[in-house]
């Protein structure tokens, strides 16, 4: 017998109203027409974005145990949406838009002590009483190894990623550390692996935090005297993923706790994944038995995409919201926008919400305006290394003269300058800056800030120097 999207759709719907309320299926599943059968693929037709949002949130399961039943394991599911508004016409549009086919993330259960009165040392081998804790993942199920996009770029993350979640602690990449600047996707990697590892093993416990919520924990841990028990639930841990770890640079406390918490886990085989915005020969304030740990498994950095890798992720982008754009304008979006994936999102949703509510064709011109305004309005990331390099590239040095001790005045004014810039145009501390910059103190940078301030006003040279390096560094 051979099989039409017409006759599956019909016995999906048998199942499905004998699983819901007559009014849900009259409003939800009566107004759906079945449109295409290819393969294992389900082509059906709705009314609106609206429709298809309020069936991927609400009925999803059902529809996929209906379509499994009808079509076997690889059923999929794909929208056509009507588009009322076409971003730039009134005619109707249809859409596709394929189904995310998944459900959100179950909570966890862990095995904890019941809490006991008693104070008396026990035997730790020997534990008294049971019950079951729920933890959430605190994982976004959205992001995904599907939607992340893979290029010259970020191969080596993503192939050492998948690596991890078919074997979560069994492979030597353990711990993980994925590090690149902001927005290239290290949070959407590490969530993706999470993800990955609850679809093929939902016992283990897979727990998503940053460093500042962790940090935070930790300090309400001491103020409230429960910090065993706080080391505790985290060596239960599965698969621990701590995003932003650079931040836990200058915090004695939370770094030595982390590091018991690292041993633990590691020595019992759990898995560890951490991202960062710099490699761990970078990062400044951090213990080195900790940064010994980071390096211990495989560093893996993602930087910023390709013009090929550009356009698949802008393609992806607009096949999974349902829009359809013409490709020189998704070419000149590419070719403009080479910083980061946030960027190239970004611009797309300003172009996507121009057209739709002002009611603007896509053009080339359309594109123009906005990356132009995204771009001026965009700051650019500076780091103390890079006004460092920088600095010393405008005076002919290297960096190691500029750190140096000597006491030459052009060297000096070249590392006041440096520190000047340091505080200015990043948000670290006054002694971080002195620490990376020849390894002085606090009191040195701020000496450094005035007496720039007073040469820039009384030295015309030396105004010069201050605003060339301003035109290098915030260009």
Known sequence: MSFTAESVWTDCLSFIKDNIKPQAYKTWFEPIKPVKLSGEALTIQVPSKFFYEWLEEHYIKLL??????????????????????NYSSNRPQIVKIPSSNRDPLKPQRVTVPIESGKRELRNPFIIPGLQKVKIESQLNANYSFVNFIEGDSNRLARSAGMAVANKPGGTSFNPL??????????????HAIGVDIKDKYPDKTVLYISSEKFTQQFIDSVKSNTRNDFIHFYQMID??????????????????VFFHIFNHLHQNGKQVIL?????????????????SRFKWGLSAELQAPDYETRISILQNKLYRDGVEMPEDIVEYIAKNIKSNVRELEGVLISMIAQASFNRREFSVELAKQ???KFVKNTKKEVSIDYIQKEVSKYFDMDVATLQSKTR????????QLAMFF????TKTSLASIGNQIGQRD??????????????????KQFRKYVDDLTKKLTF
Do not use: W
């Open 64 to 85: 996929r145990v209906a379509l499994v039943r009808q079509l076997g394991n690889e059923a999929k599911l794909i929208y056509d949406v009507k588009m009322e508004n």
């Open 177 to 190: 550390l994925i590090y690149g600047g902001v927005g290239l996707g290290k949070t959407h990697l590490s």
């Open 239 to 256: 698969v621990l993923i701590i995003d932003d770890v650079q931040f836990l640079s200058g915090k004695a406390g939370t770094q030595d």
């Open 275 to 291: 991202t960062s915005d710099k490699a761990p020969v970078d990062m400044q304030d951090i213990e080195q038995r900790l940064l």
């Open 370 to 372: 906005i990356v132009d």
């Open 408 to 415: 030459k005045r052009h060297i000096v004014q070249a590392r």
């Open 422 to 425: 340091a505080k200015r145009l």
């Open 442 to 459: 606090h009191a040195t940078v701020l000496h450094a800030c005035k007496t720039v301030d007073n040469l820039t006003e009384t030295d």
